[in-house]
């Protein structure tokens, strides 16, 4: 199946719904004791064409154990989209899905193989 490239539209929807649930996650504003303490960075929003589903994609700075969050997240759904719903002028308010981001992790683990000993010798400069 051929990804879509999204539209001009999505985008700016998708970085609205990202800054706002950034400064929710930010506020620390969850009656969720799970959710309370945790810093939560929101590092993607997709939207879907009819801008009617959100996939934000989650990480946490410095830490591996965002799966843990999840199911706390999913149930904190209803009311962050909620407050999206608020904070952006949409017709529908998109419904809001959670996923773990891998990347930051995968980038750290990329830059611990970078700087090993091991490749550091392979790639000096022969001098």
């Keep these: 199946m051929k990804r879509r ?7 700016r929807v998708a970085e609205a719904m990202r800054h706002v649930l950034a ?10 004791p ?7 960075t929101v590092t993607e929003v997709r939207i879907s064409p009819d801008l009617r589903h959100a996939t934000a994609f989650v990480a946490r700075l ?3 154990d965002i799966g843990a969050l999840m199911p ?4 904190a759904a209803p009311f962050l989209q909620g407050e999206v719903g608020r904070a ?11 996923t773990a981001d891998a990347a930051l992790e995968a980038a750290s683990r990329i ?13 000096a400069p022969d001098g």
Excluded at 5 to 11: A, M, V
């Design 88 to 98: 952006l002028s949409l017709r529908y308010t998109p419904q809001l899905a959670f």
């Design 34 to 40: 799970e959710l309370a303490g945790a810093q939560i």
């Design 62 to 64: 410095g830490r591996s």
């Design 72 to 75: 706390a997240l999913q149930r």
């Design 111 to 123: 830059d611990a193989v970078l700087r090993s000993p091991a490749v550091a010798k392979d790639l």
């Design 5 to 11: 490239t999204p539209s001009q539209r999505q985008l």
């Design 23 to 32: 400064e929710i996650f930010a506020r620390g504003a969850f009656h969720d």
